[in-house]
């Protein structure tokens, strides 16, 4: 099928913590929903079939809970699939933007899939109510080609947005289409989380999922590309991620990507925003299997050797490292229970340090979630200090193995080479209760090599 994505720069409110009337509200996000009107045509013309919008790319962010107010659209949760805003604007009041996004949908016969913020009056009786009686939520919809509105997901795992409530129950919700059948969706930072993205996949046996976000990089583990598609990987299942542009805030990086293969858009230099449009297949089946014809050996030597040992802090988290020197070697590191070993061979030796890295703890800063993660890594300089440094650019070459002995079965696999591209393992999967990762030759210069494992029981 045909999917698109938009990676919108957004019309900002100058003053987010200024209180306005609901018309001046509309007017900000109306000129935002110009452009997504230009792209909605652009894309259908060009024959997609869907088309993905990004988080908070209709009203922007930094607001206060009572400034985001006159911001938010009433939308009914759980809609039947018998509501079209387009045809029928005056069964609700306030939905004059989910008004405009049916209307777009229905006149250019495509799925849209966009994030808006919606209020819910509650009662004083529900315990969960907050003072000033509403729900406020950070919500995606999904409209059909006819304008009506299948589905609705209100995120689960806020990140720091005081202006929005976390739903009393995690939504599962997916929406069916007639040329790639059940499509899940979530919100940026739930992608890290258990609760509700891992467990709607696995629940619904999904294959395709849709992904509004608003992500600021963070380089080396955490940039959007790269997660994005190393959770496609995992998942295997398709995804149209669609991620602000803002670069001056460090967003950027949207894409179209299914297990093994993925088109990407990031970049920090220029403004505007940016459709990217792809024909990808409907996945039916596991590619797994062609993943795990892993090479067999698990060496045990090449420990009497081993370079000192040193602690950085990369990701705010305090990583042990080894230095990866020479033009090839065995090297192991290890911190708590888990242990990580890398094969390496360098075809030309370059004047840049690389660092073998381990962390198995608990995440704390902007978020708690515990990890376990192995990190081939390019180093800022050529200090040990400057491992774990945002790096963009890289020339090594590096033929590598990496493997863990991995306590959780969910593995991310990350693979970003120079200028934050991405590249595919050859060979990856699990053996003898290890999960390899091992790459001959990178397209371009290499910036991480990683597993980056979450154990969701021990958040």
Same mark, same amino acid.
């Given at each position: ?128 109510? +907050? ?5 406020? $939520?950070?919500?995606?919809? @999904?409209? %059909?080609?006819?304008?009506?509105? #299948? !589905? ?67 380089? +080396? ?5 790269? $997660?994005?598609?190393?959770? @496609?990987? %995992?998942?295997?299942?398709?995804? #149209? !991620? ?218």
């Amino acid at each position: 099928y045909v999917a698109a994505v938009y990676e919108h720069e957004s019309i900002l409110s100058p003053t987010p913590a200024a209180l306005v009337e609901r018309r001046s509200a509309l007017e900000l996000m109306g000129r935002n929903l110009d452009v997504y009107e230009q792209q909605v045509l652009a894309a259908a013309r060009q024959g997609a079939q869907i088309i993905v919008f990004p988080e908070d790319g209709i009203h922007g962010f930094n607001f206060t809970r009572s400034s985001i107010y006159p911001y938010l659209d009433f939308v009914p949760h759980s809609p039947s699939g018998k509501w079209n805003p387009c045809r029928e604007p005056y069964l609700f009041n306030d939905t004059e933007v989910v008004q405009r996004l049916s209307c777009m949908a229905l006149k250019n016969k495509i799925f849209v899939v966009a994030n808006l913020g919606t209020k819910q009056p509650c009662e004083r009786s529900d315990p969960r109510c +907050p003072p000033d009686g509403r729900y406020q $939520f950070n919500t995606n919809v @999904a409209l %059909a080609a006819d304008g009506t509105l #299948l !589905a609705t997901y209100r995120k689960h795992n806020l990140y720091f947005e005081y202006a929005f409530d976390t739903p009393p129950e995690p939504d599962y919700t997916f929406f069916d289409t007639p040329f790639a059948g059940k499509f899940g969706m979530f919100t940026c930072f739930d992608i890290l989380f258990f609760e509700p993205a891992v467990n709607l996949i696995r629940q619904y046996n999904l294959k395709q999922i849709v992904y509004p976000t608003a992500w600021m990089n963070q380089l +080396p583990l955490l940039s959007a590309v790269e $997660f994005q598609q190393a959770f @496609a990987t %995992a998942f295997n299942v398709n995804i #149209l !991620a669609a991620n602000i542009h803002h670069p001056t805030l460090g967003m950027t990086g949207s894409g179209i990507y299914t297990p093994i293969k993925s088109f990407i858009y990031h970049n920090m230099e220029s403004y505007g925003g940016k459709l990217i449009i792809a024909e990808i297949p409907v996945i039916t089946t596991d590619y797994k299997t062609n993943l795990e014809k892993t090479p067999g050996r698990v060496s045990e030597k090449g420990k009497e050797q081993s370079p000192p040992s040193f602690y950085a802090e990369m990701m705010y988290d305090n990583f042990t490292f080894v230095p990866v020197w020479g033009e090839k070697g065995e090297l192991q590191v290890c911190a708590n229970t888990l242990c990580c070993y890398l094969n390496y061979r360098r075809a030309v030796l370059t004047d840049e340090l690389y660092a073998l890295g381990v962390f198995d703890g608990l995440h704390t800063v902007h978020g708690t979630y515990y990890v376990q993660a192995c990190a081939l890594v390019k180093c800022g300089g050529l200090s040990f200090s400057t491992c774990g440094q945002e790096v963009t650019d890289a020339t090594a070459l590096i033929d590598f193995q990496l493997w863990g002995n991995m306590s959780t079965p969910y593995i991310f696999p990350l693979l970003l080479t120079s200028g934050i591209t991405l590249d595919f393992a050859d060979h990856m999967g699990w053996k003898n209760n290890h999960y390899f990762l091992s790459k001959n030759r990178t397209s371009s210069g290499l910036l991480t090599a990683a597993l980056y494992g979450r154990w969701y029981e021990k958040d």
